[in-house]
């Protein structure tokens, strides 16, 4: 889940900036300009965020709170991901707030 998450928000991000929109993470921003440099930098975080994963479900046997990282790590790479798809899709920044935390606010509480 963390890798197609990554995969949509790395594409999404690209497009948004294509239709006008601005990077917030300025660390990305300044490599906009080269797609070789932006989807580089993507590729070295995913790599990095699922090694962290892995890491993390192996030391599960020691703790269940390792679970919790790598749920954690999935969920935030998630959040961006939803917020562009819902930003590509015309929906108002307050109401993307609104789901995106409502929804995984429902998915830790409820599911």
Do not use: H, Q
Request: hydrophobic share 60%.
């Amino acid at each position: 889940m963390f890798v197609l998450f990554a995969i949509a928000d790395a594409l999404t991000t690209w497009f948004g900036i294509k239709m006008g929109f601005e990077e917030a993470n300025p660390f990305l921003a300044g490599r906009i300009s080269s797609g070789a440099g932006f989807f580089g930098s993507y590729s070295l975080y995913t790599a990095v965020g699922a090694g962290v994963i892995a890491v993390s479900l192996r030391l599960e046997k020691f703790s269940p709170a390792f679970r919790a990282v790598a749920i954690g790590m999935v969920i935030l790479k998630a959040i961006p991901a939803v917020n562009n798809i819902l930003l590509l899709a015309g929906v108002p920044v307050s109401g993307i707030i609104n789901s995106t935390v409502g929804a995984v606010l429902e998915n830790l509480f409820i599911g």
